[in-house]
């Protein structure tokens, strides 16, 4: 069965960056984009980008242009939402999900991050 | 950036009852290959997201069939024909024909 499993929870202090990790198994890695979301505390859902496993392109919400890398290891089937120059406003919940044709199917269980001094 | 707006933000229904949540956007949704991409989402109380809908009316596998979905263009409804316990939680709507976006979310509760 399709399974997204995301690293443990982090905790960092303001202008620090933390990397989050999305392993994917029960399907062929390279076929599915991935997707990253987070939702802070109480509120909605916040689109920040994409990475396709198989070719390494990646897409960007402008919100987070420059302070946001996604990468990928696809020997391990994993993808990685590297946030920079974190703050107080970066306390959320960030989940993976897989992305067929312009949706999200599965999701990870989510990592919670806390920016806190 | 195209913007989602769904109503009403909170819906107090009692069992049994229907319910609809409306969802808008501000571009139209009809992406270049004549599909529109518009999804529902469901989030249960510590929960991750779970899809519902996708491409406006389609309905995932497991999904119970009082869940439904119709709209088109810029204009988007789920209902849900007899509200049941297991309901309750938040409400997505979301778009992936433009660079993706998502409601505000409509909270479901037992009246």
């Known amino acids: 069965q399709v399974q997204l499993v995301q690293s443990g929870a982090e905790v960092k202090k303001p202008g620090a960056s933390v990397k989050v990790s999305c392993k994917a198994s029960g399907y062929t890695f390279t076929t599915y984009d991935i997707n990253w979301v987070r939702q802070a505390p109480g509120q909605g859902l916040e689109w920040m980008g994409w990475m396709t496993p198989n070719s390494g392109d990646t897409g960007y919400a402008q919100k987070f242009q420059g302070r946001v890398t996604m990468t990928r290891n696809t020997s391990i089937s994993t993808v990685y939402m590297e946030l920079s120059s974190l703050r107080s406003d970066d306390t959320a919940v960030y989940y993976c999900?897989?992305?067929?044709?312009?949706?999200?199917?599965?999701w990870g269980q989510g990592t919670l991050v806390t920016v806190s001094s | 950036d195209v913007v989602m707006t769904q109503s009403p933000l909170s819906l107090p229904v009692t069992l049994g009852q229907p319910a609809s949540i409306s969802c808008r956007s501000s571009q139209s949704l009809v992406y270049s290959d004549g599909n529109t991409y518009l999804n529902w989402f469901q989030q249960r109380p510590g929960q991750s997201p779970r899809r519902l809908i996708y491409k406006v009316s389609n309905r995932d596998s497991g999904v119970p069939d009082r869940f439904s979905g119709s709209g088109s263009g810029t204009d988007f409804t789920l209902k849900i024909s007899r509200v049941e316990a297991e309901d309750v939680g938040v409400y997505y709507c979301m778009q992936g024909t433009h660079w993706p976006s998502f409601g505000q979310g409509t909270r479901l509760e037992i009246k």
């Open positions: 999900a897989r992305s067929p044709a312009y949706s999200y199917d599965f």
